[in-house]
């Protein structure tokens, strides 16, 4: 299969081109810097976009059988101010609109588009579990993720299978979430953040990868999927589930007002939570790898 991947330097991407490239497919990559893009994989093609329409990259789509849209400006890099939140939105939107633009423009359209979103599509939603049914939320996150999955729904009117991938907090040592986690155990220090009470769906990188692969591959597969583990925990159980994977105590707490006077509106992310279930994934016949927290974080960071 080859498949073009916009954001495809980012964490999720090298791990998607690297399993990509090892099953054999053909994986080409957008990059804004391509000179910059280091330790990409081998065999991955690098071209430049400016992230915002598709001058110069268009061309490219007559070649690939498969899209998988992940640009957009990380969420957690800084406090949302105002010309922030614009910026984080524009990004995804404008992205959209030209991978939207290349579809229509390519006398061979590519049979699938994987379309990036988050579970925080629902917003808050206390203990109650939320499935692909659920109706999105009213918060600065749900509203996003709404215009982001909306981005690209034009291509469904062209014949393009479209799947939206709703992805909770991918664990990796290699970025994201987990390390960040990590740190304060290392000294001793680690803990809950706010109650405790909020919801932490969470998948591994390998379940990211393989269902992402999964969906890439299933002719039937098209609308929302929730890409998340099971098992969700709450935030209490997944710092006391670190704790014990590292060997360290999780005695400490960091209180909601602490977090919301650091971090400002973007307290959100850590603060608010879905018990989200990957009810249509399971459903399709896609099986984890790692269901359960405790077998995850085992596997990456087990005694380190």
């Known amino acids: ?69 992940l640009a957009g400006e990380n969420i957690a890099s800084g406090r949302w101010t105002a010309e922030r939140k614009q910026r984080i939105r524009k990004s995804r939107l404008d992205a959209g609109k030209s991978v939207v633009d290349a579809i229509a423009m390519a006398d061979r359209k590519p049979r699938v588009l994987i379309q990036a979103s ?24 749900a509203h996003l993720a709404v215009e982001w999955e909306g981005s690209t729904a034009p291509v469904e009117m062209a014949g393009v299978r479209r799947a939206i991938i709703r992805t909770g907090i991918v664990l990796s040592t290699k970025g994201g979430a987990l390390p960040r986690m990590m740190f304060p155990f290392r ?19 390998a379940d990211e990868i393989g269902a992402i692969l999964f969906l890439l591959d299933d002719e039937g597969a098209s609308g ?17 589930a670190i704790g014990r994977a590292m060997g360290r105590p ?44 405790a077998p995850a974080l085992q596997d990456l960071i087990g005694g380190k």
């Open 1 to 69: 299969m080859n498949v073009l991947i916009t954001g495809g330097t980012g964490l999720i991407g090298r791990a998607l081109c690297r399993a990509l490239i090892k099953r054999g497919d053909r994986a080409v990559v957008l990059s804004r810097n391509p000179e910059l893009a280091k330790g990409m994989p081998a065999g991955v093609e690098l071209h430049r976009w400016d992230g915002r329409t598709a001058s110069g990259w268009g061309n490219l789509v007559d070649q690939v059988d498969a899209i998988v849209n």
């Open 118 to 141: 988050a579970v925080g599509y629902y917003g808050p939603h206390g203990d109650e579990i939320v499935t692909e049914e659920s109706p999105s939320g009213d918060d600065f996150l």
């Open 187 to 205: 000294f001793f220090a680690g803990g809950t953040l706010g109650s405790g009470k909020q919801w932490m769906p969470w998948i591994h990188m």
């Open 224 to 240: 929302p999927f929730n890409l998340s583990a099971p098992e969700p925990v709450t935030n209490e159980g997944f710092t006391k």
């Open 250 to 293: 999780a005695f400490m707490r960091t209180p909601a007002f602490a977090l919301k006077l650091l971090l400002g509106e973007m307290a959100m992310v850590v603060l608010d939570g879905q018990r989200a279930i990957p009810k249509r994934l399971l459903d399709a016949g896609y099986r984890f790898e790692f269901a359960s927290l």
